[in-house]
């Protein structure tokens, strides 16, 4: 067969990714409809950029979403004849397999462009969840190092700026060295990085419900119930019904991450802090004899949601580029891994003949990175204005 | 300010001695112990064996002791063999019977012997620093008159179309790391089937079949235009951006002063209001931006170096990193920790003698 022209790979890919179009036209048309009923969220429509960015970053959410319907081969899957096809170059012989590789094949005859998709999947299964946490971890630090300041104050400071003296790179290099993974430091480190968001959510329940301890037991007994199901699943890979697993390359490239991330956010959550805690709404909470914890998360937190979720959509960013580093680095989930990261490194070694394998996963990353950080400066614009 | 300095560099000293021990520890456990003396003594090791050899080179005693010899307040280990040659950490080092028992450490100047390179790791980090250093120069030489002017321009009228335009660039360069800028641009300049060059070749524009080269070695003797200008380049334009928007953040909060407006009202024209009076007081946040740009430039140092396979300080923590190559990975964590460090404290010391605010309270 003809190998397809640039205006038949373009048409073919539109084709595949119809279940994402789907998606994006209902969310939006759902969200323009209803958009002012929706607080913030709806306000992001107002904004040309955050539309922008929003529409970028729905894409490979839904992208990584209907994965499984996108892709046109198997990630891992080799056929022979493809190694380094140039795009729309069409498979030898075909039988039920999908006839064309639209992007091309890599070095290793697989499909680019199924790799690609796979690849949104694995990052975008990895980056928010690690941003969030490093957001809990630096909320439940931040807060009270900022609101009872002193002691407490300097030694949690000292530790942030410990961290962030490290320089990035020499830090992934000594955490996700493969003789780490045998050593128990990742799982110590797991251990207490993962306590700290099941911490987060009980001390926010029983503030808010300690008025009412029926209410109070019952979310808090829920909270630490599923806790201690996620909590054993992730960090002693000893999760009964198996929902909940890591393997252990993927929990040390995470606790590095996560480990990277927190002092940024504990900075932030700290400096807010500082300055919430002089309003008067914060006074009158003393005055009215609310505890501390309560005046901390349900005071002082929902008044600096603004910047939160500005950074957070940052940092989910930042984490995608981190991620992306450690693969470039080989430092990354594993060899045959379809993250970004990893493809890139595969393909820079023919970079200058067959640009391809690197070239597609370098631009997804950037235009999900992109519209990270369009979406990011359109919420603080819509947050700035109110 | 003396007293504030003082009590500055006292924090960063306690902060280094934490770090290089955190990475002492890191980079000496057991198993990368045990990897070392499987490639220096022979792969085929019983247990029992690295266990000898970890002792005969001194790799026995406790954590903490180590890290003193290696820092150079405690005495390097001595051994005499059945035979009476008398070896030791410092005799290795100084190549004479008679050090042995001295201290030997980073504080007297020993950094160790480098296992990737076969020689001093003194010598491999500074020749190899002299490059890095030259890579450095340049990228700030592109990177900060670019984002200051982008900065500035966009910041100048706040939401003006310039303004959209260039801070739309802005963000779209801190969207791009340096392995996807570098792949880009590879691709784009450096390939002789796709991208760019084989277009100008044939419209005979240029002569070598590429414009730019992929690959930067040869930089070590020649630094040319075309061996040197996409490292360069790869490095700055992730950095470009973020400068770029704390200028323009700047800017525009200088704009709406006072003393601007004042200006205007006298009839002063508006580029002489930019120049003369926004400029100085918008440029103060910017310089603690770039100074603590630097440790980040670190990262893209390291990529970029990799990318383009340029021998730099970058490149050899990476081959220290990925070879086991202890001592080594240690002086250069311990170089890249100054760093980190140094900057921090001429950014701090920096912005409280450019702010007469701070500086006369």
Known sequence: MEPLSWFEILARIAQQLLPVWVALVLTYALSIRFKRRLGLYGKLFDSTVGMIGFGI????????????????????????????????????????????????????ARDVFSRMVMGAREVLRIAPFAAMISFMIGITLGLPAGYFAGKLDTGLTFLANLVLAFPVILLFFLLVAPEIQETPIPRVMAGILFLVPILFVTVLLNARFFTQPAKRNLYVGIVLAVGAWAYLGLVFN???????????????????????????????????????????????????????????????????????????????????????TLGFFGLGVSPESPDWGSTINAGRRLLTVYPHPALVPALSLMSLVLGLNLLADGLREESLRD | ????????????????????????????????????????????????????????????????????EWLGVLP?????????????????????????????????????????????????LSARLGATGLLMMWVLIVMVPM?????????????????????????????????????????????????????????????G????????????????????????????????????????????????????????????????????????????????VIMLQIPWLLNGVVISEVLFSYPGFGWTLYEAAVNNDIELLLASSVVAVVVVLVTQ?????GYVYLNPRIRIS
């Open chain 1, 57 to 108: 970053v729905m894409f490979w959410l839904f992208v990584a979403l209907f994965a499984n319907f996108v892709v046109t081969h198997d990630s891992l899957s080799q056929v022979s004849g493809m190694r380094n096809a140039v795009p729309g170059s069409a498979l030898r012989d075909p039988r039920d397999l999908y006839p064309y590789y639209l992007l091309g094949g890599d070095s290793l």
């Open chain 1, 238 to 324: 000893a999760d009964p019904v198996g929902l909940w697993s890591m393997s252990p390359n993927l929990l040390n490239v995470f606790v590095a991450v996560v480990f990277v991330n927190a002092p940024t956010v504990f900075r932030i959550v700290r400096g807010i802090t500082l300055d919430i805690k002089t309003r008067d709404y914060v006074a009158a909470a003393q005055t009215r004899g609310e505890g501390p914890w309560y005046i901390m998360l349900w005071e002082i937190l929902p008044n600096a949601r603004g910047p939160l979720i500005v950074d957070f959509c940052l940092r989910i960013g930042y984490t995608t580029i981190l991620l992306g």
């Open chain 2, 1 to 68: 300010m003396l007293l504030f300095l003082f009590r500055r560099i006292g924090l960063m000293l306690v902060t280094a001695l934490c770090l290089t021990f955190i990475v002492f520890a890191l980079t000496n456990m057991p198993a990368k112990l045990e990897t070392l003396a499987k490639t220096q003594a022979g792969s085929r090791m019983t247990d029992a064996e690295v266990d000898r050899w970890l002792e005969r080179n001194g790799y026995a005693s406790p954590m903490l002791v180590r890290y003193g």
């Open chain 2, 76 to 124: 390097g280990w001595v051994r005499t063999d059945d035979g009476g040659t008398v070896t030791g950490r410092c005799v290795a080092l100084r190549d004479t019977p008679e050090a042995a028992g001295e201290r030997c450490g980073i504080l007297q100047g020993d950094w160790g012997f480098s296992t990737r390179f076969r020689a001093g790791v003194a010598e491999v």
């Open chain 2, 147 to 207: 984002a200051l002017i982008v900065g500035i321009l966009a910041g100048m009228r706040e939401g003006s179309r310039t303004d959209r335009a260039l801070s739309t660039v802005a963000i779209a360069s801190t969207a791009t790391p340096e392995y996807v800028s570098g792949v880009l641009l590879i691709a784009l300049l450096a390939s002789s089937t796709v991208g760019l060059s084989p277009l100008l070749v044939s419209w005979g524009w240029i002569d």
């Open chain 2, 209 to 288: 079949p590429v414009l730019f080269q992929g690959n930067a070695r040869s930089a070590l003797e020649d630094i040319t235009l075309s061996n040197f200008t996409l490292p360069v380049l790869t490095i700055a334009l992730y950095g470009m951006g973020y400068v770029a928007r704390i200028t323009r953040a700047s800017m525009t909060e200088v704009m709406t002063q006072q003393y601007i407006r004042t200006a205007r009202l006298k009839g002063v024209s508006f580029g002489k209001i930019v120049v003369k009076h926004a400029l100085r007081n918008a440029l103060i946040a910017p310089f603690t």
């Open chain 2, 345 to 349: 404290l001429i950014s701090d010391v």
